[in-house]
């Protein structure tokens, strides 16, 4: 089955800082969904793009799909020490389960 | 706001016991899941659930996994023979409709440790 692949695996920036991950996938999709991880915890959804979008926004968050690349991207802007935690991209295509790649571990510097 | 919840938050059993993960939905979610996190890997899908009965399922999801909503609010993971293999994280999800349109809400999962 397929799955996204993110990109880069860790990240560390200085608060304040814009933050940039990157999902990447191999077939088609019907929808991606980008989601986050604090240590210990469970997976908290952030956005969910369709394929026939190609930008949405949520507060700080900003989530771009482009079906002719495969690919995706998450930018956090203003970056704060809070959003230290892992984030993932998820990938429903024609079974529409969700399938979850390694990860981007993201630190943010205070 | 309405959460997933799951218990226990940890579990250690010894290799060929059996175990049972719960989890509470939110109430009002028709479509449940199962995934399971290797530490330090990807988050896997192990099964869905809808109508009370299994939609999709994995390869991993074998004959010794088997899922169950003993009644209006509960929804169970059972392994029967666990192995050290099975260690992991394992985190229920429900979601209001199919997932071609909803997101899934995570439960914070219940650490499994199999000696």
């Known amino acids: 089955s397929q799955q996204g692949e993110e990109d880069p695996q860790a990240l560390s920036i200085q608060e304040g800082e814009n933050a940039t991950m990157n999902c990447s996938y191999k077939?088609?999709?019907?929808?991606l969904q980008w989601y986050r991880q604090n240590s210990g915890r469970g997976l908290v959804h952030l956005i969910l793009?369709?394929?026939?979008?190609r930008e949405k926004h949520s507060g700080r968050l900003r989530v771009t799909l482009d079906t002719s690349k495969k690919s995706s991207s998450l930018l956090i802007t203003a970056s704060r020490a809070a959003d230290t935690a892992s984030y993932f991209c998820?990938?429903?295509?024609?079974?529409?389960?969700?399938?979850f790649g390694r990860g981007t571990s993201l630190i943010v510097h205070p | 706001e309405p959460e997933v919840t799951q218990t226990p938050s940890h579990q250690v059993t010894q290799m060929g016991q059996e175990v049972i993960l719960r989890c509470v939905p939110i109430?009002?979610?028709?479509?449940f899941y199962w995934y399971r996190q290797i530490l330090g890997q990807k988050v896997e899908f192990l099964v869905s659930f809808y109508n009370n009965e299994i939609s999709e399922k994995s390869e991993i999801f074998d004959d010794q996994f088997s899922v169950e909503r003993p009644d209006g609010s509960n929804f169970t993971l059972k392994i029967r023979s666990t192995k050290l293999e099975d260690s992991a994280m394992y985190f229920c999800?429900?979601?209001?409709?199919?997932?071609?349109?909803?997101?899934?809400?995570f439960g914070n999962g219940t650490r499994l440790t199999v000696t």
């Open positions: 793009i369709r394929s026939n979008e």
């Open positions: 109430s009002n979610h028709l479509y």
């Open positions: 077939t088609s999709i019907n929808n």
């Open positions: 998820a990938i429903s295509g024609g079974s529409y389960i969700p399938t």
């Open positions: 999800a429900s979601s209001e409709i199919s997932v071609t349109g909803s997101p899934l809400h």
